[in-house]
T-cell receptor, first 113, second 115 residues
Framework: EDKVVQSPLSLVVHEGDTVTLNCSYE??????LLWYKQEKKAPTFLFML????IEKKSGRLSSILDKKELFSILNITATQTGDSAVYLC?????????????FGKGTKLSVKP | GAGVSQSPRYKVAKRGQDVALRCDPI?????LFWYQQALGQGPEFLTY????????KSGLPSDRFFAERPEGSVSTLKIQRTQQEDSAVYLC?????????????FGPGTRLTVL
């Protein structure tokens, strides 16, 4: 059975800290891995990763994929209170309905001032 | 609008009632997905449309759940004879192409509470 596991499930840090969120997966016919940020509204897209070892960056956020070890990490540097959210990791595979996403449970990040 | 919209944002139903949830995808997006997100969980796939064709409904939990997209744009998810276990946030997402690496864009969801 395809599955995506995120860790930790929750995390509390102070502003300025650096955090690393983990996502491991067991999915047949892997196509891509995506990270989303979910506040009390729609999940918003952060990154899509398809190739191993290529880091994607957007401001203070970065992510990398390891297709051999079947995991990805999301790094956030110099955290701010606005980074508080649930971060969702999802994997798309070639099977199923043409790329529906298989999600982990998410990591709830709380950034304290 | 620029994004995916859903209505209503909140819905309270008595057990046994029927509900209809609406999704307006981004204009021109071919693919449309429905997901169910229970409290503290990640979204789980329900069904997928490519234009007006429902190509996968393997995630629908029971035959009380029905979805349609008759003109290939707006979609409606209908739940008949709601049960308490149907309480969740229902997310709609759209994607530009039917087979691509493009990301899915999510709507804000409809929070359904069944009493």
């Amino acid at each position: 059975e395809d599955k995506v596991v995120q860790s930790p499930l929750s995390l509390v840090v102070h502003e300025g800290d650096t955090v690393t969120l983990n996502c491991s997966y067991e999915v047949t016919n892997f196509r891509s891995l995506l990270w989303y940020k979910q506040e009390k509204k729609a999940p918003t897209f952060l990154f899509m990763l398809t190739s191993s070892g290529i880091e994607k960056k957007s401001g203070r956020l970065s992510s990398i994929l390891d297709k051999k070890e079947l995991f990805s990490i999301l790094n956030i540097t110099a955290t701010q209170t606005g980074d508080s959210a649930v971060y969702l990791c999802a994997v798309a595979n070639y099977g199923g309905s043409q790329g529906n996403l298989i999600f982990g449970k998410g990591t709830k990040l709380s950034v304290k001032p | 609008g620029a994004g995916v919209s859903q209505s209503p944002r909140y819905k309270v139903a008595k057990r046994g009632q029927d509900v209809a949830l609406r999704c307006d995808p981004i204009s021109g997006h071919v693919s449309l997905f429905w997901y169910q997100q229970a409290l503290g969980q990640g979204p789980e796939f329900l069904t997928y449309f490519q234009n007006e064709a429902q190509l996968d409904k393997s995630g629908l939990p029971s035959d009380r759940f029905f979805a349609e997209r008759p003109e290939g744009s707006v979609s409606t998810l209908k739940i008949q004879r709601t049960q308490q276990e149907d309480s969740a946030v229902y997310l709609c997402a759209s994607r530009l192409q039917e087979w691509a690496y493009n990301e899915q864009f999510f709507g804000p969801g409809t929070r359904l509470t069944v009493l």
